[in-house]
């Protein structure tokens, strides 16, 4: 990596940093016919996609008796991973359940009127994995849907050979209905459509890569999804009080998610900047998945960029609207306060975007590729659906009969107009 200026950034470097792509197009043909034979073949063509994709042949896509059972023999250890767990689910659960909105009902001079809050029925969670562990992705789908009250919480993860017992004793632990081996593009399409086997949900939830994100944007209208989710990023907004070690430190650990993974320093001293990208070079041939890393670091999108002024440096953060945002400075509270686009901050040197991962309590499913402009991460609001309450006395509708009447005369609409008319005659 090398130092830039924000200023000096030609158009097509700004495009990189402010256009990320999560390459969803390139696969979207090939998804759409995984999709349709799922939707028309059922567990057929789960257990045929589980070969071809996974190279495992699957028996029962009902694993939640494995869940069950992985959950009971880490117990049965004293595994300290599950004790991780389980700390890491308690701070989830204890942050969500601040989320609950309360129903309401309000008088408003003879006009009766509230809001009530009810979860959605039925919602599929997905959780990438297979051979790998990822059990902090099914605490952070499963646990705001159940605090929400959802009735069915459905998770659908990869197959493997040997299914990872972490993973499932995490969504055990979460609080799940139902487990699936499926993963990819048709997982996404069983837990939308349904198959013989997997419950079809009202709404899917969770990361992935490209194949799982290409499907969700397929099958959107059929089913609700949370919202279509890129690789992941990082920006770090700092000022000359900040470490560079630990700076390059939170840069080095979001590239080693993804060669696709956006990293990003921006900082109005010089030094400051020198430093961090020696320090995130000195780091990165540290880590085991150096060649990640170093993709990472190399993509378009990713730099350490010097700022004129802390202003400018805010201007750059607001434009690129980060998944995970880092301000390490003075005045941490002041540049937040200026911060409007961003799906999760971290204020202080003590404050790296893995605590957030794993254990804070927030919630690690958030918004990429801008997405922070328009939308909030997973929250228990996601699983929640609102709807309005009235009751009008006489003395309110006669108040308002004759705006209601005019109005729906204007509109040409007689027969609302005499449904008011109606109740004083």
């Not at 004293?78 to 359940?97: I, K, Q, S, T």
Request: aromatic share 6%; hydrophobic share 45%.
């Amino acid at each position: 990596m090398d130092v830039r200026t924000v200023a000096d950034l030609s158009p097509a470097e700004r495009r990189a940093f402010f256009e990320r792509d999560a390459g969803v197009e390139g696969v979207r043909e090939d998804v759409r016919e995984i999709v349709d034979r799922v939707r028309e073949e059922g567990d057929v063509a789960v257990r045929e996609f589980a070969e071809e994709f996974d190279g495992v042949a699957v028996g029962n896509v009902d694993i939640t008796d494995d869940a069950a059972r992985a959950h009971e023999e880490l117990a049965d250890a004293d595994d300290p991973v599950l004790d991780a767990v389980r700390e890491a689910a308690a701070n989830v659960r204890e942050f969500h359940e601040r989320q609950r909105p309360e129903d309401w009902r309000d008088d408003f001079g003879g006009r009766e009127l509230g809001r009530r809050f009810r979860p959605i029925d039925r919602v599929g969670v997905y959780v990438p994995g297979g051979a790998a562990a990822y059990p902090s992705s099914a605490l952070m789908g499963v646990i705001p849907a159940v605090v929400a009250g959802v009735d069915h919480v459905a998770v659908a993860t990869p197959p493997a050979a040997d299914l990872n017992p972490v993973t499932l004793a995490a969504i055990h632990e979460a609080g799940a209905d139902a487990v699936y081996q499926v993963g990819g593009a048709q997982a996404i399409a069983a837990l939308a459509y349904g198959t013989e086997t997997v419950t079809r949900t009202q709404k899917i939830v969770g990361p992935g890569n490209k194949w799982v994100t290409a499907a969700k944007s397929i099958v959107q209208g059929d089913v609700e999804i949370d919202f279509l989710a890129g690789p992941s990023e990082v920006l770090v907004l700092a000022d000359e009080t900040a470490d560079p070690d630990l700076v390059a430190a939170d840069l080095v650990a979001q590239a080693e998610h993804d060669p696709n993974a956006s990293v990003v320093a921006v900082t109005d001293d010089a030094d400051l900047a020198d430093a961090v990208v020696d320090a995130v070079d000195a780091q990165a041939a540290e880590r085991e998945r150096e060649e990640t890393i170093r993709a990472a670091l190399d993509n378009e999108a990713s730099g350490v960029l010097r700022a004129r002024s802390m202003p400018e440096a805010v201007l750059f953060a607001e434009e690129y609207a980060a998944e995970h945002l880092s301000i390490v400075a003075a005045d941490d509270e002041a540049l937040l306060d200026r911060i409007t686009n961003a799906g999760s901050v971290f204020l202080g040197p003590y404050s790296p975007v893995a605590a957030g991962d794993y254990a804070a309590g927030t919630n690690h499913v958030l918004p990429t590729n801008g997405g922070a402009k328009r939308y909030g991460g997973l929250s228990v609001d996601t699983f929640l659906r609102s709807s309005t309450v009235q009751r009008l006395d006489r003395d309110a509708l006669a108040d308002l009969s004759e705006t209601v009447t005019t109005l729906a005369e204007a509109e040409g609409l007689d027969a609302h107009a005499e449904s008011v008319r109606k109740r004083f005659e």
